[in-house]
């Protein structure tokens, strides 16, 4: 039975990557929404303006999912096709794959049709930038931009730690990324309270972005782009953006594309300014389609990889695991006699 236990997972990992492939997120009653929803109030309980407070909101937020995934996981340890539905389930819930596409194609069809209005209008489905003074290269910019960073957040990550840690490290990535959302961005409100959520957020992407960009480096001739140019400019470029993650994502697809990335990006109340990624011209609309073929492409490239790690490294660093456990034991009760 305990030999199921990576089938079922890796089982789970397919079934939800296909619900999220052919469904999409769910449009009513969405799992992360409520979850928004109780975060919310939790913050709103626990919020001062120190890290402390932050620490604390984070570890509660995060931790109750996290809980909750070892809880059915033991639950389901000796009924595999149980344990399969479970991840099935929560793989589709914290997927954004096929969202994230549509919403490239859309603004992709709306920037095609010279619709201004409705492209900005829909920008912010993909990011927090202020639209209104955008034009097409801008607005492309952004779209290719999101869609290269939420590439990793969005599926490569949680099919990461899917195959990492089962259940328990779908919900709890999916929690840290969405605080990271709610809180982690540099406000007045947030400044410090939001500091323990964006570095978790960090901490759990910093393998996942690295992968997402030398998969698109790999995948970039899907989408008629230079392999080669891609891994020159992510080596030169990847660095360069002051997240210690979003960088990964995006030289890559920069380089992919043949496009530049980067420059000045203005929030509600505030602007950054950040470096270029890339050599060639700004985006347009006729490199959104693009995008999101190499950002499907890395998806699939990721899900072979998630459900392979169950059946092959994660068995053996299992057993390896229970080893020493089982020696600990043994040690300890050699030291009481």
Known sequence: MRQ???????????????LDALLGDPRRYHPVAGFGRAAGALERRTYRPDRLAGAAFTALAVGAPVLLGVAATVATRRRPVARAVLVAAGTWTVLGGRTL???????????????????????????GRDPSALDEPELARATVESL????????????????????PGLLGYRAANTLDAMVGHRSP??????????????????VPARLTGLLTVAV????????????????RDRNDHPSPNAGQCEAAMAGALGVRLGGRNVYFGRSEVRPFLGDGPRPEARHLKR?????????LAALGLAATYPLTLGRLVGAVG????????AAGREGRR
């Open 220 to 235: 970039a001739p899907t989408a008629h782009g230079d392999r080669d140019r891609a891994w020159r400019v992510w080596r």
């Open 189 to 206: 409100r947030y400044a410090r309270f939001g500091t323990p959520a964006a570095r978790l957020d960090d901490l759990l992407n910093l």
């Open 148 to 167: 290269a960073e939420n590439t990793s957040d969005a599926v490569v990550a949680p099919l990461l730690w899917g195959a990492v840690a089962g259940l």
């Open 101 to 127: 596409r549509r919403e490239a194609t859309v603004m992709g069809r709306a920037l095609r049709a010279g619709d201004l209005p409705a492209a900005r209008q829909r920008l912010g489905h993909l990011c």
């Open 4 to 18: 199921a236990t990576p089938v079922a997972t890796a089982a789970g990992l397919v079934a939800g990557y296909a």
């Open 291 to 299: 995008a999101a073929r190499i950002s499907g492409a890395v998806g």
């Open 322 to 329: 229970r080893r020493a456990a089982q020696w600990s034991v």
